[in-house]
């Protein structure tokens, strides 16, 4: 089992930052790779970035150029950097952590980017 616990999102205004961090515990072994999905109302899920535990990174090309995927090893965390935030980046973030094809997914934090 892997627990994931977000943090960090919030109320912003459009053109701001907001720093989401994600720390997981339990069965880290083979965990890869790590990332964020946000969910908008209506919307389906979506992904919006992923790293994995070498360091390499996808971004969903709506956000590439705007946020920053991260992750310390060590400290089983991955951050996500969000800058030049928008109210269509409006949306509940979810953390997510791949092993062996099974997603886990933390509860969920709630970003809200006013115009």
Aim: charged share 15%.
């Amino acid at each position: 089992q892997v627990q994931l616990v977000e943090s960090g999102g919030g109320l912003v205004q459009a053109g701001g930052s907001l720093r989401l961090s994600c720390r997981a515990s339990g069965s880290m072994f083979s965990i890869n790779p790590m990332g964020w999905y946000r969910q908008a109302p209506g919307n389906q899920r979506e992904l919006v970035a992923t790293i994995t535990s070498g360091g390499s990174t996808n971004y969903a090309d709506s956000v590439k150029g705007r946020f920053t995927i991260s992750r310390d090893n060590s400290k089983n965390t991955v951050v996500l950097q969000m800058n030049s935030l928008k109210p269509e980046d409006t949306a509940v973030y979810y953390c997510n952590a791949e092993k062996y094809a099974f997603y886990y997914w933390g509860k969920g934090i709630l970003v809200n980017v006013s115009s």
